[in-house]
């Protein structure tokens, strides 16, 4: 079976250009979740989409975003970059269907604001 | 709301030594307990589960973790750490309604050749 992929791996963007990350799911998986990963607040909730609708939110303002297609894959959305937002992006896919469904986690997304 | 709290930002050990990494949460009734790992540049891993029933569990890559009510505890133990366990470790509560586990800051394990 294969993992979750992200693509890209890496990326590198100014201050106010967007971007655009996706994520493809373990086959089989119909939530998707977004994290934000720096040195130094650590592993952050963005949001999750579960059946193409956004089902949980975390504490990160309008500019992100995300959505989920009917394949389950998800593509998550930064506007007006800020070089703050340079941090590694992870997705973390599941069953959704309990708490005690795991999380499979993808590489990440390395993103760069100069 | 559950939360996670792991005490110990870095810990430094030697190869060959045992290894414990602490783990306490917040929750009013028994939650779902998971540790994962992560390796530098890549994502996290899923080292080892609680759900119920026995209270010590085995995990991928001959770790293990102890549930203790008493302490509201999940510690994470392996006898013998290797090298290549050099990497950061977080311990995760899923409970309540969300379906979205809470992390811990993790713990970055070092280890001394």
Redesign the interface.
Known sequence: KAG?T?TPRYLIKTRGQQVTLSCSPISGHR?V?WYQQTPGQ??Q?LF?Y?SETQ??KGNFPGRFSGRQFSNSRSEMNVSTLELGDSALY?C?T?L?????????????TRLTVT | AQSVTQPDIHITVSEGASLELRCNYSYGAT??L?W?VQSP??????LL?Y?SGDTLVQGIKGFEAEFKRSQSSFNLRKPSVHWSDAAEY?CAV???G????T?G??TSLIVHP
């Open positions: 979750v992200q939530s979740s650590g592993l909730f999750e579960f089902r949980n992870l973390a599941s959704g269907q309990s708490n005690n469904s795991p999380l499979h986690f993808g590489n990440g | 939650p779902y998971f994962y540049g890549q994502g996290l891993q899923l589960k759900f977080f899923g409970a309540g969300s379906y979205i586990p992390f800051r993790g």
